[in-house]
């Protein structure tokens, strides 16, 4: 019995590895917008062929001693299955799936603070985020056979393998090792070519530096008390909970709530910010758009169809407004040359409608529904600034955050998408401050978009004009994010300082 | 009558006058290559632009025949020809003999309304065989990058690397125009729109209403 269990399964496993190693090559074989993908696939093709090599073993072992080990074959089979699981993660990672020309520079925020790793921007229904440490899932099967040690070894001698030379340097081996720690960002495909609600990535992005484990400090040590005022709030008192069971259970189940809001809303919250920190106004902008969409405007613990802690989104967007507000941008924009005034208007206007938004409360009121809820947000209240503060360390001291971008250099750009030109650099090269353009980057562009888009909301009268030349300007941005990198890197090199 | 104030309508642009109109503030005047790395592009009569890293590479297929009359059968056979890919920048391309590529060029175009330019091959690429451009005339107020329509009429494959420059825009005065055409601000290679909606009429009667024979 065993035997036939043994060999059915080690066929099944075989096979599925085999299926498994052609599905990886040809995924290999796209275009991708950046080196990781690439490198995720040579991991699963090299622990492909890892198993393969294992369970010759065992079969040689089978047919010399008639030794069976099917527990083990069983785990092979479990853990194939899991390679096709982890597969189905970059198969809409290529070119052709993603706003190719951004990847590399939303690459470069992750590698602001942690140069090891590596992330990978999938299209998939939604905006979504998640890490995998991919190897100590397949340490746990073969971290008995391979030293991990040795796996990481002949893992990085693989994917070195897979690389040019020009490539591994830029690859993202710091310390000429394998770290197989790779963050997954996931937009709805539909969005590829429409630019502006990418900014939005950065919230995603933001979920890889907040944590339960990043915000402690800002969860209160002083529980007696928050366990006084939920009682309060539901009406209990210390004495209820001791003498009648189901008050006893409800207060627990409210408790275990209260908490899973609190660390949900500050996780959330710190991501905003995030977002906001990193681009500035039009993350502002693209949050407006995005949170007003959804059902969860004004209610708490639901998101779209999903039942999910999070805050509203006016709440969401009165936290970002008063980070907006708190960093001066207004002023600085109204500070501007009077020739940039239609876009200053447009966007001082668009800023004085979101405070208005937010200044409504019609979320307190679902907030306050719920005694959980009500304490949470309570708490949540008292640490806005601290959140402000948490945010805002995690960032390089020498990486400009995006509410102090310049904003001279934003309407530049604006103002050429106007007339249907590339926002890519604001002097031609035979002007005396060429060089002035390294000081343009993709979020300069982004936000040139978001002012040009708010700036011709007047055409919405006619919305299929509108509707074109959004599309335009989308196309623009995303071309001109690309000529910007590229030109940054030549002009680096060859124009003289 | 005054027409340009650099030069007479019709003749090539030099070296200074391309610079003064890239340097002017006059929006009818203005011309826009957008990014331009190096002054050393610009030359007499010409200016040089770069390969960018969009591409749409033709393939084998098995339909017969890319026919305007079967409109439908046309759009769909259309998709299957061509394949959108994307090289970076620092990978190459291989360009075989006789093969069809689109690919752009790397600068944004933007000319105003008294100029007219032709997109030709740098002569160090014609000389190996590449031809770039086949539909060469850029109207005046065009904006955009301009498709390349890069054919390898040597023996041997040619490897590109995007960014290099491999074509020549040679810019002319010309009397005052205005582009109308069906390509509005491309980024990158744009695929044939010969049986687009405003081109059904025109197609449908030269492939199905005309008749040579007296009925």
Redesign the interface.
């Known amino acids: 019995m065993a035997d036939h269990s043994y060999k059915l399964l080690l066929t099944e496993t075989l096979l599925r590895l085999d299926l498994l190693k052609r599905k990886i090559l040809k995924e290999k074989a796209k275009?991708f917008?950046s080196l990781s993908p690439l490198i995720f696939l040579t991991t699963l093709l090299e622990i492909v062929s890892i198993f393969k090599e294992e369970l010759a073993k065992l079969h040689r072992d089978y047919i010399e001693n008639h030794t069976v080990n099917l527990d083990l074959i069983i785990s092979f089979s479990l853990y194939t299955r899991r390679l096709s699981y982890h597969l189905s993660f970059v198969e809409k990672t290529g070119?052709?799936h993603v706003p190719?020309s951004l990847i590399p520079p939303i690459e470069g925020i992750f590698r602001q603070f942690h140069k090891e790793h590596k992330f990978i921007v999938s299209a998939q229904p939604e905006f979504n985020y998640t890490y995998m440490e991919l190897l100590s899932v397949y340490e746990e099967l073969v971290g008995e056979i391979i030293a991990p040690d040795n796996l990481r070894n002949r893992l990085y001698e693989r994917a070195k393998g897979e690389l040019t030379d020009?490539?591994f340097t830029e690859a993202f081996f710091p310390k000429n090792k394998f770290y197989s720690r790779f963050g997954f960002i996931f937009f709805p495909a539909v969005e590829r070519n429409s630019v502006f609600q990418h900014v939005l990535l950065g919230h995603e992005i933001g979920y890889n530096f907040f944590s339960l484990q990043n915000l402690i400090n800002l969860i209160p040590t002083n529980l007696p008390l928050w366990r006084q005022k939920l009682l309060e709030a539901l009406g209990y008192t210390q004495d209820d909970v001791q003498r009648d069971l189901q008050k006893d259970a409800t207060y627990r189940e409210k408790l275990e709530q209260m908490l899973g809001y609190l660390v949900t809303g500050l996780i959330e919250l710190a991501c905003d910010i995030f977002a906001v920190n990193t681009f500035g106004l039009a993350a502002l902008f693209a949050f407006d758009s995005h949170l007003a969409g959804t059902e969860s405007f004004d209610k708490i613990g639901s998101y779209g169809s999903k039942v999910l802690m999070y805050p509203p989104g006016r709440y969401r967007l009165r936290v970002i407004c008063k980070l907006v507000k708190d960093s001066g941008v207004n002023e600085r924009l109204k500070n501007q040359a009077s020739s940039d005034r239609r876009l200053v208007t447009a966007v001082l206007r668009r800023l004085k409608h979101i405070e208005e938004v937010v200044a409504d409360e019609q979320d307190r009121a679902s907030i306050q529904s719920d005694p959980a809820t009500s304490v949470a947000y309570e708490i949540i209240d008292s640490k806005i600034d601290d959140l402000f503060n948490v945010v805002s360390r995690t960032f390089p001291k020498d990486y400009p955050k995006g509410l102090d971008l310049d904003q001279s250099i934003v309407l530049k750009l604006a103002n050429r998408l106007k007339?249907?030109?590339?926002p890519?650099?604001i002097y031609?090269?035979?002007?005396e401050n060429f060089r002035d353009?390294l000081d343009i980057n993709y979020r300069h562009i982004i936000n040139a978009g978001w002012y040009h888009r708010i700036a011709n909301i007047d055409l919405l009268d006619d919305m299929q004009e509108y509707i074109?030349s959004m599309k335009?300007a989308s196309?623009?941005i995303?071309?001109a994010i690309?000529?910007?990198e590229?030109?940054t890197?030549?002009?680096t090199k060859?124009?003289p300082q | 009558m005054s027409h340009s104030d650099e030069s007479p309508r019709g003749e090539v642009l030099n070296k200074a006058e391309i610079?003064a109109r890239?340097?002017s503030d006059e929006?009818s005047k203005k011309l826009?290559?957008?990014?331009?790395?190096?002054?050393d592009?610009?030359a007499d009569g010409a200016v040089d632009l770069r390969l960018a890293?969009e591409f749409l590479i033709t393939r084998r297929t098995a339909f017969s025949t890319l026919d305007i009359a079967l409109s439908q059968q046309f759009q769909r056979n259309a998709e299957r020809y061509q394949i959108?890919?994307?090289?970076?920048?620092?990978q190459k391309i291989v360009l075989h003999p006789s093969e069809l590529i689109l690919g752009s060029t790397?600068e944004?175009i933007?000319l105003p309304r008294d100029l007219f330019a032709y997109i030709l091959s740098r002569s160090c690429w014609g000389r190996l065989g590449l031809v770039v451009a086949t539909a060469a005339p850029v109207n005046p107020e065009f904006?955009g990058?301009l498709t390349l329509e890069m054919v390898n009429l040597g023996e041997v494959p040619l490897t590109l690397y995007p960014?290099l420059p491999i074509a020549q825009l040679i810019l002319h005065t010309c009397m005052q125009g205005h582009y109308d055409g069906a390509y509005?601000?491309?980024?990158?290679p744009k695929p044939s729109n010969v049986c687009s909606d405003e081109n059904t009429e025109e197609n449908e009667f030269w492939t199905k209403h005309v008749k040579y024979y007296p009925q």
């Not at chain 2, 959108?84 to 620092?90: A, R």
């Open positions: 275009d917008p070119s052709e190719w020009s490539q007339d249907n030109i590339i890519c650099e031609s090269c035979v002007e353009n074109e335009i196309r623009l995303l071309k690309e000529l910007n590229t030109g890197k030549w002009m060859n124009v | 610079k890239l340097r929006p826009i290559i957008s990014p331009l790395l190096s002054t592009q610009i890293s959108h890919t994307y090289v970076p920048y620092g790397f944004y933007c904006k990058c960014g509005k601000c491309p980024t990158g």
